[in-house]
């Protein structure tokens, strides 16, 4: 019998299983894909360029990223995320105009920067949406839809689901300019396989778990077998939580999950450029988002990437002829793409059975109600993973849980 069964082999759960082993712990590691790493999943294109199937940016606060990376000697990128007014279209009504062009734009972002800076994390705000916050305000409708498409991005929800309070603790946590400024060279999920590396023989993949009793310890497997140990480390998402633990606590079944995935294409080259954008576009059709994932790296091709949000944007995504419909609308936008359009990559996190969703997005009343059981002991079994962590949706959170888990069972 090990010492502690780790469930889930992504960020948090390796992070947990390194810090335990390095503690002397005899730990094992459950997981349920053939690979490790979870949400952090780099596709290689066969010229070598990349684009992330799930997390890509590293702020330039998230420190424990930065940390590991550091530790294991993994090189960041350092990108200059500014939007640029000028390079950046806005895509309403089948019309696709320049950013900068909208007068309207930039004082109603000014006054929505302005309302989400008096959000504060507190109770105050618990019970209240962005939905309510956008209302307060006399935007006009193409700023409703270019600020609610950066909403659905960040929350991979409508804003009526996402609660004041959780935007002001997302809002607290960012540091001005520092947003989404990293990615690793050679992919984010060299940072899993780092992790992996230094608990070489502990990780038992395609293992995939099927229920946990947290009282005892008992981790019943698919295929069958059951296994015990003193502590459980329970790191896998939010809504895969909810099946395998039977006694889950209400307040912790009751939080929403983002939905939505992702396309990436690669182009011949990088057309865009030939018509002055840098790839950017914010639209109000159901693929919602797209930028260039191959802005820091090198190459004649060029890779654009959608961020599939929000209800439509999970519909779109579970298409398998999703792909080619974003091809042609890149040919809409960037007349010429289509007859450079090369392999494409497709991932629809919500109907994936190990996430199925995006990551957590708290709506009004969530947060209060699921922090107790995120941070206590249940029986035998913790739990970790981005949701257990004030950097919810993001690698940062991940690591950040596994390592306080870890902590928690070293004593
Ligand atoms: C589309 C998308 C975009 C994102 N963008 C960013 C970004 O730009 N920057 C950023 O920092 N973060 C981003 N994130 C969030 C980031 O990916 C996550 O916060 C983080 O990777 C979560 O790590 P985790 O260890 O908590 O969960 P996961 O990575 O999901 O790991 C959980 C593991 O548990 C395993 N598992 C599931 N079920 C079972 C079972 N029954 N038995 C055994 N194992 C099981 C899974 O296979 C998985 O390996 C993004 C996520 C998505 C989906």
């Known amino acids: 019998m090990p010492d502690v069964i780790v469930i889930g082999a992504g960020l948090a759960g390796l992070r947990a299983a390194v810090d335990l082993t390095a503690a002397g712990a005899d730990v094992v590691v459950l997981e349920a894909r053939d690979r490790v790493g979870g949400r952090v999943w780099t596709h290689h294109f066969t010229d070598g360029q990349l684009a992330e199937r799930g997390a890509e940016f590293i702020d330039g606060n998230h420190t424990e990223v930065l940390a590991s990376a550091a530790r294991y000697g993994l090189a960041l990128t350092d990108r200059d995320r500014e939007l640029d007014p000028q390079a950046t279209l806005v895509d309403a009504a089948g019309r696709a105009v320049p950013y900068h062009l909208h ?36 935007l006009s409708a193409l700023s409703r839809l270019v600020i609610g498409r950066d909403i659905r991005t960040e929350f991979m929800l409508p804003p009526e689901h996402v609660s004041q309070r959780f935007a002001a603790e997302i809002a607290t946590r960012r540091v001005a300019g520092q947003r989404e400024r990293h990615r690793i060279v050679g992919g984010n999920d060299r940072l899993a396989h780092a992790l992996a590396a230094q608990i070489a023989g502990r990780i038992r993949l395609a293992t995939p778990v099927r229920s946990i009793d ?18 459980v480390v329970m790191a896998v998402p939010l809504p895969v939580l909810t099946r395998l633990w039977p006694d889950i606590p209400a307040g912790l079944a009751g939080v929403s999950y983002g939905i939505g995935g992702k396309i990436s294409i690669q182009f011949q080259r990088r057309i865009w450029r030939d018509y002055g954008r840098n790839g950017t576009v914010l639209s109000d059709r159901a693929w ?21 949000a929000s209800h439509d944007g999970a519909a779109l995504a579970a298409l398998p002829e ?32 190990y996430s199925l969703g995006a990551y957590t997005c708290f709506g009004p009343g969530q947060w209060k109600n699921a922090q107790a059981a995120l941070h206590t002991a249940h029986g035998r079994m913790w739990v970790a993973g981005e949701h257990a962590d004030g950097f919810s949706g993001f690698m940062e959170g991940a690591l950040r849980s596994g390592a306080r888990a870890a902590a928690a069972i070293n004593g």
């Open 103 to 138: 007068a309207s734009l930039a004082d109603d972002w000014k006054a929505w920067d302005a309302a989400l800076a008096a959000l504060q994390p507190t109770e105050e705000f618990e019970y209240r949406s962005l939905a309510a916050t956008l209302d307060s305000l006399q």
């Open 214 to 231: 947290a009282d005892t310890g008992a981790v019943a497997l698919r295929a069958g077998d059951v296994l015990q140990a003193a502590a």
């Open 288 to 308: 919602g988002h797209l930028w260039e994932t191959t802005d820091d790296q090198e190459g004649d091709a060029g890779v654009l990437t959608s961020l599939m």
């Open 322 to 353: 999703a792909p080619d419909q974003l091809v042609r609308e890149a040919d809409r936008l960037f007349p010429g793409a289509k007859g450079l359009a090369g392999e494409r990559v497709h991932t629809d996190w919500t109907n994936d059975p």
